[in-house]
């Protein structure tokens, strides 16, 4: 079956989908994305990802390319079109389409693209659920990492790293031994006293959306939550570490540089929170 994406206000068959050379996120990297989770039918999270996509284009100054109310209606097509059940919907908008030139273009409408993509459920939990191998990397962002920007070339090369090294993650460290977040994760780790600590959100991270979901999954289960920075030296002596995402949700973490986390199996917590994770959620039928 044909995969069908939506590309400026048309339906077309995804190997021919295309935008223009002078598109400025091409260009420019001038641009803004979301990847909402679909799973049993459901858009996870789709007004936490609507609002921080609404977040980053204000913070770039580009505006919506359609409503909000219209978007929701292409990202359920593009799923229906798809038959996706599991899986999940990615939405790209950029500024839009000017000759190259770095100030932004006036009266011009910012492009979208929305796609959206199956996943086998079973074997994806089931791959998840065994743990993830990461390493770490010196952070080397720009400081607005807090945009879900395009702009992910430093992502791109600690994740290249971490596939080199065997491993599924990379851990952006800054010079204080901190860690920041994963480069399509955020970083978790559960202390010997069962407490969850996560680095705060207000700058330097991406305020990931399953993030703020698992403050109420560990409400729900009674966990308490410490939002403060964290050491790679305190993950390696924890209980547990783990990743979380749209797409990963919690994952447990089994070993970080090549050293094991605890017993370098996966930790209960972090199987607990995901599991409980999918009645939490808010669920829009898709
Ligand atoms: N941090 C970074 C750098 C990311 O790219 C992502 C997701 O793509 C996340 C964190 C997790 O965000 P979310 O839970 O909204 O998927």
Redesign the pocket.
């Known amino acids: 079956m044909p995969r069908i994406a939506y590309v400026n206000g048309r339906y077309i068959a995804h190997r021919h989908a295309t935008v223009h050379i002078e598109d400025r996120g091409y260009q420019f990297a001038d641009g803004v994305y979301e990847?909402c989770e679909i799973a049993r039918g459901f858009i996870v999270d789709m007004k936490g990802?609507l609002d921080?996509l609404d977040r980053s284009l204000s913070e770039l100054s580009i505006g919506w390319p359609m409503h909000r109310s219209a978007l929701m209606v292409v990202m359920r097509e593009v799923i229906r079109r798809n038959h996706v059940r599991d899986g999940i919907v990615y939405l790209q908008v950029t500024r839009g389409v000017a000759p190259r030139d770095h100030p932004f273009p006036v009266g011009v409408t910012p492009s979208l693209v929305v796609t959206a993509k199956k996943f086998d459920a079973a074997k994806v939990h089931q791959k998840a659920e065994a743990g993830v191998q990461i390493i770490t990397v010196p952070e080397n962002r720009w400081d607005r990492?807090d945009i879900?920007s395009v702009g992910?070339l430093p992502?791109v090369l600690a994740k290249q790293k971490a596939r080199e090294a065997g491993a599924q993650e990379a851990w952006f460290v800054d010079p204080d031994g901190t860690v920041k977040?994963?480069?399509?994760?955020?970083a978790w780790i559960v202390t010997q006293d069962g407490a969850l600590v996560t680095r705060p959100a207000d700058h330097g991270?991406?305020r990931?959306?399953?993030?703020t979901t698992l403050f109420k999954v560990a409400e729900s289960l009674g966990l308490r939550i410490e939002e403060r920075p964290f050491t790679v030296e305190e993950a390696l002596a924890a209980r547990e570490a783990f990743l979380?995402?749209?797409?990963t949700l919690a994952t447990p973490i089994i070993a970080i540089d090549g050293h094991p986390v605890a017993n370098g199996h996966p930790g209960s917590v972090t199987l607990s929170l995901r599991q409980a994770f999918f009645d939490i959620a808010e669920k829009s039928p898709a």
């Open positions: 990847v990802h921080r990492v879900k992910l992502n977040e994963g480069a399509s994760t955020n991270i991406l990931g959306i399953t993030r979380s995402s749209a797409t």
